[in-house]
């Protein structure tokens, strides 16, 4: 069992950066694909990026590449997010996701409670 637990969101001006973090407890949180979802208001929720254990191969949406980085702590058992270069478009709900499945990157069980991430024009 993993359980998670986003911060780190805000409100934030276009061009500027936000670091998401999320922490996971769970003896097994080292071995879990981790990843971040978003969902804006009145859209599905989506698949933004994603890690495998070690952080050494990381997965990304067309939508964030070259802007967005995922890393992961195995020490500290958490996941960040960092967001550079953020678009109004970027506004959404950000989930913490444990033990996606690859290839597909569908979610896994496990999602944070989500944090709100604003950005304004």
């Known amino acids: 069992q993993v359980q998670l637990v986003e911060s780190g969101g805000g409100l934030v001006q276009a061009g500027g950066s936000l670091r998401l973090s999320c922490a996971a407890s769970?003896?097994?949180?080292?071995?879990?694909?981790m990843g971040w979802f978003r969902q804006a208001p009145g859209k599905e929720r989506e698949f933004v990026a994603a890690?495998?254990?070690?952080?050494?191969?990381?997965y990304y949406a067309d939508s964030v590449k070259g802007r967005f980085t995922i890393s992961r702590d195995n020490v500290r058992n958490t996941v960040y997010l960092q967001m550079n270069s953020l678009k109004p478009e970027d506004t959404a709900v950000y989930y913490c996701?444990?033990?996606?499945?690859?290839?597909?990157?569908?979610?896994?069980?496990?999602w944070g409670q989500g944090t709100q991430v604003t950005v304004s024009s």
């Open positions: 769970g003896r097994t949180f080292k071995y879990y694909l």
């Open positions: 890690c495998n254990w070690s952080g050494t191969t990381t």
């Open positions: 996701n444990g033990d996606l499945n690859i290839p597909t990157l569908r979610p896994g069980d496990y």
